[in-house]
């Protein structure tokens, strides 16, 4: 199996306060994680690679002072929203890479967190 | 010109119907070519995964990629109200850890 979990599912928090989200690989290893901003109908925005023991990369106009990531071991990457705003609410969505049966790396998906920002 | 191109609907089908899904792209170094299917505010699902040009079956879904035409397609046959739901198509370039790059998504509903 390839099951990515994220944790909270839901968080609702006041502007001005800091939501940490974690993603997790239940069953496997994953050295790289990616983390996805997707807004309504729209399709997933990279914000940022997370490869374990090292800086994330962040794709260009993402905030990484804003957008904290901490990839600590092979199964757990987390994302902290810093002095969040409504304009940060959205629905974030992680992946982790795992090596699959064409001999490429396939991404499996966590089921995403809603932020809503007050 | 956006790299990949996806209708996003919805699409609405009548059950038993075979439902197409498309998508084409402008980056002809795109090698692998996969399909995503999201409940709505869930995570992507891997559906399908292929590499270059060719047909892939896997119980009621094919895809099928057009390298020539740079064109991809997913059909489902005998579609369920199950399938409702949102298809993302994504495709990447490069061999190893890859970073696709995903349509917009395409909304389908299947009604009984």
């Known amino acids: 199996g390839a099951v990515v979990s994220q944790h909270p599912s839901w968080v609702i928090c006041k502007s001005g306060t800091s939501v940490k989200i974690e993603c997790r690989s239940l069953?496997?290893?994953?050295?790289?994680m990616f983390w996805y901003r997707q807004f309504p109908k729209q399709s997933l925005m990279l914000m940022a690679t997370?490869?374990?023991?090292?800086?994330?990369?962040?794709e260009q106009g993402v905030e990484k002072d804003k957008f904290l990531i901490n990839h600590a071991s092979l199964t757990l990457s987390t994302l902290t929203v810093t002095s969040a705003h409504p304009e940060d609410s959205s629905f974030y969505i992680c992946?982790?890479?795992?090596?699959?049966?064409?001999?490429?790396?396939?991404?499996?998906f966590g089921p995403g967190t809603r932020l809503t920002v007050t | 010109q956006k790299e990949v191109e996806q209708d996003p609907g919805p699409l609405s089908v009548p059950e038993g119907a075979i439902v197409s899904l498309n998508c084409t792209y402008s980056?002809?170094?795109?090698?692998?070519f996969m399909w995503y299917r999201q409940y709505s505010r869930k995570g992507p699902e891997l559906l399908m995964y292929?590499?270059?040009?060719g047909n892939k079956e896997d119980g009621r879904f094919t895809a099928q990629v057009d390298k020539s035409s740079k064109y991809i397609s997913l059909f489902i046959r005998d579609s369920q109200p199950s399938d409702s739901a949102t298809y993302l198509c994504?495709?990447?370039?490069?061999?190893?850890?890859?970073?696709?790059?995903f349509g917009r998504g395409t909304s389908l509903i299947v009604h009984p």
């Open positions: 992946s982790a890479e795992k090596y699959g049966v064409l001999s490429e790396y396939e991404q499996y």
């Open positions: 069953d496997f290893q994953a050295t790289t």
């Open positions: 997370s490869n374990e023991g090292s800086k994330a990369t962040y």
């Open positions: 980056n002809s170094a795109f090698q692998y």
């Open positions: 292929t590499y270059s040009s």
């Open positions: 994504a495709m990447s370039s490069s061999g190893g850890s890859y970073i696709p790059t």
